[in-house]
C-alpha cells in the first residue's frame, strides 16, 4: 500500500544499503567535479607516478624493474606495494631493492591484509602526480616506449593503456577468443596507436578500470579509493568495477603492440580463483635465493595474443640490474 502511494506522488522506497550507494556516488561525483573545476598543482609536481603491487615474488618483481629501467625513457617513480609470507621472500625483496637504490624505486611494506586500504589511500594522498598507472609484478615490459607519449593524454576523456594491442585476439582470463573493438579513425594522429570506446569492447577491451598499465587521473583514482572496501589489490580492482559506468565512454586509446604482458606462471592471491600456470612462487624464490634471475630480456618483441599469456621463464646468472 505505502509504496503504491508513493508511486503515485512520484516517490519511491529504497533499501538503506540502496540509499548508502547512492550517497556514496553523489560524494564521489563532487569530488571528481572539484578536482577538475579547482585544479591544486603541487609546487614539486610530477606528470606520472607507478604503483605496483607485489606478493611473494621477488624474482618476478626484479624482471619488470630491470624491464622498466631497460626499455623505457622519459620514465617516472615507481612505488612497490608488498607483502611477503616468510622471512625468506621480505629477505628476497630487500635484495631486490637493493639493487635499485640508485633508482626512483621505493618500497611500502604492507603490514597485514587489515592494513592495504589505508596504506594505499595514505600512497594515493601524498602524491605529487596529476596521473597514475598500477602494474603488477608478474608484468615484463616487452617494446621500447617513452612514457612522454603515454602520458600526455587526457584522462577526463579517455583510458589510456600499456596492455592492450591489435595483437590481442584472445582474453586468456576466460579463455576466450575476443574480437578487436570498432577502431574510431581521426581521432589521434599518432599512427602507432588504435583508438575505440570502451563501452564498444568486450573482454579486455572493454575493461577500462584494470590496474595492469592503465592510465588515470590521480584525483579520480584517490576519490574511488576513498569509496569502496576492500583489502588487497585484486578486491581494490574489483571495487573499482562500481564505477565502470563513469569510463566505459571514455576513449581506449593504446600502441598497435602492446607494450607490456602480464605471465600468470603462478598464483599468490586467494580472492579470486583465476586461471595460472604451475611454476611455484617457491621454486622461484629457490631460484633467486641461488643467484639467479629471469632471463627477462627474452620476452622482448613477443607478440602476445592475449594481454595474460603463460611463457616458458628462463633463468641466468644474477647480474644486477
Known amino acids: 500500500m505505502i509504496n503504491k502511494l508513493l508511486s503515485r506522488s512520484g516517490y519511491s522506497l529504497v533499501r538503506a544499503a540502496e540509499f548508502a550507494d547512492v550517497k556514496t556516488g553523489k560524494h564521489v561525483l563532487e569530488s571528481i567535479t572539484k578536482m577538475y573545476t579547482t585544479p591544486d598543482r603541487k609546487p614539486d609536481y610530477i606528470p606520472a607516478e607507478i604503483i605496483v603491487f607485489s606478493k611473494d615474488r621477488p624474482l618476478q618483481l626484479h624482471g619488470l624493474l630491470c624491464s622498466y629501467f631497460g626499455n623505457v625513457i622519459n620514465r617516472v617513480p615507481v612505488t612497490i606495494i608488498f607483502s611477503a609470507t616468510t622471512e625468506s ?5 630487500e635484495e631486490v631493492f637493493g639493487l ?8 611500502i611494506y604492507q603490514i597485514s591484509t587489515a592494513s592495504f586500504r ?3 589511500i595514505e600512497k594515493l594522498e601524498s602524491m605529487k602526480s596529476e596521473k597514475i598507472f598500477f602494474l603488477v609484478d608478474d608484468i615484463v615490459f616487452t617494446e621500447k616506449l617513452d612514457l612522454d607519449d603515454f602520458i600526455k593524454f587526457d584522462t577526463r576523456i579517455s583510458v589510456p593503456t600499456l596492455r592492450m594491442g591489435a595483437n590481442l585476439t584472445r582474453a586468456y582470463t576466460v579463455d576466450r577468443d575476443q574480437p578487436l573493438p570498432g577502431i574510431i579513425p581521426k581521432i589521434i594522429k ?12 568486450v573482454y579486455d577491451w572493454g575493461y577500462p578500470l584494470s590496474v595492469d598499465g592503465h ?10 579509493a576513498r569509496s569502496i572496501p576492500f583489502s588487497s589489490p585484486n578486491t581494490f580492482e ?14 581506449g586509446i593504446c600502441y598497435r603492440k602492446s607494450k607490456i604482458v602480464n605471465i600468470p606462471v603462478n598464483k599468490v592471491q586467494s580472492d579470486f580463483a583465476n586461471i595460472h600456470g604451475s611454476v611455484h612462487q617457491d621454486y622461484l624464490l629457490e631460484q633467486w635465493n641461488k643467484g639467479m634471475q629471469m632471463d627477462f630480456r627474452k620476452l622482448y618483441g613477443i607478440r602476445n595474443i592475449s594481454a595474460h599469456q603463460e611463457v616458458e621463464i628462463g633463468f641466468i646468472k644474477r647480474n644486477g640490474v
Open 89 to 93: 621472500y621480505r629477505k628476497g625483496y
Open 118 to 120: 589505508d596504506q594505499l
Open 100 to 107: 635499485f637504490k640508485k633508482q626512483p624505486v621505493f618500497g
Open 238 to 251: 574489483a571495487g573499482l568495477q562500481r564505477y565502470d559506468g563513469l569510463f566505459s565512454h571514455r576513449l
Open 215 to 224: 592510465l588515470f587521473s590521480t584525483g579520480e583514482i584517490l576519490a574511488l
Open 190 to 201: 599518432d599512427s602507432d596507436k588504435i583508438c575505440w570506446k570502451w563501452s564498444d569492447g
